[in-house]
Antibody, heavy 118, light 110 residues
Framework: EVQLVESGGGLVQPGGSLRLSCVASGFTLSSYWMQWVRQVPGKGLVWVSH????????GYADSVKGRFTISRDNAKNTLYLQMNSLRAEDTAVYYC???????????WGQGTLVTVSS | QSALTQPPSASGSPGQSVTISCTGSSSDVGDYNYVSWYQQHPGKAPKLMIY???KRPSGVPDRFSGSKSGNTASLTVSGLQAEDEADYYC??????????FGTGTKVTVL
């Protein structure tokens, strides 16, 4: 069974850092693109970042470019999102998802909540 | 990276059809056949319903169909059922190796 489990969320002060993890099971992580998407509770989905199978290609939304870094450790079946210089507007539930079909994501985790507040 | 435009809400009675539009630009929807649609129930993770404009993943009922014309993509749900009541989001690949989601549409089954 394909599973994605995010962790690492929590309360952080503005300007602080946090690293999210997404542990994959039930499939071979190294065969898939992966992405992070966020959602302010009660609001819409917002694409954050994606990474190709071996980590050599990444993409970022303008709102996080230069502050967030996506990476992966295929040997550990884990996807990461390093978030630096956090702002109040980064507060959201962060989902990781698997790119199982062309340009779309077929399995999603349950999300981890990041709250940026003093 | 402006969000794609969707109507805030749509509704229909059981058995009827509802169509949701998703309007972008020549830099995203209009330039790529990489439009996908996601269904999200309250408190749940999104679920992929359509990819590459018209394709359905295995397990998604054929009541769900997608199309595109110019800069606008559409999702049609035929034979509405109570469990189709949810939020729906379109998503398109865009230039410069990124993606953009739609603003979301709440579908209500009357």
């Amino acid at each position: 069974e394909v599973q994605l489990v995010e962790s690492g969320g929590g309360l952080v002060q503005p300007g602080g850092s946090l690293r999210l993890s997404c542990v994959a099971s039930g499939f071979t992580l190294s065969s898939y693109w992966m992405q992070w998407v966020r959602q302010v509770p009660g609001k819409g989905l917002v694409w954050v970042s994606h990474i190709n199978e071996d980590g050599s290609s990444t993409g970022y939304a303008d709102s996080v470019k230069g502050r967030f870094t996506i990476s992966r450790d295929n040997a550990k079946n884990t996807l990461y999102l390093q978030m630096n210089s956090l702002r109040a507007e980064d507060t959201a539930v962060y989902y990781c998802a698997r790119g199982g079909v062309p340009a779309a994501y077929d399995y999603w985790g349950q999300g981890t909540l990041v709250t940026v507040s003093s | 990276q402006s969000a794609l435009t969707q109507p805030p809400s749509a509704s229909g009675s059981p058995g009827q059809s509802v169509t949701i539009s998703c309007t972008g630009s020549s830099s995203d929807v209009g330039d790529y056949n990489y439009v996908s649609w996601y269904q999200q129930h309250p408190g749940k993770a999104p679920k992929l319903m359509i990819y590459e404009v018209t394709k359905r993943p295995s397990g998604v009922p054929d009541r769900f169909s997608g199309s595109k014309s110019g800069n606008t993509a559409s999702l049609t749900v035929s034979g509405l059922q109570a469990e189709d009541e949810a939020d729906y989001y379109c998503c398109s690949y865009a230039y410069s190796n990124n993606y953009v989601f739609g603003t979301g549409t709440k579908v209500t089954v009357l």
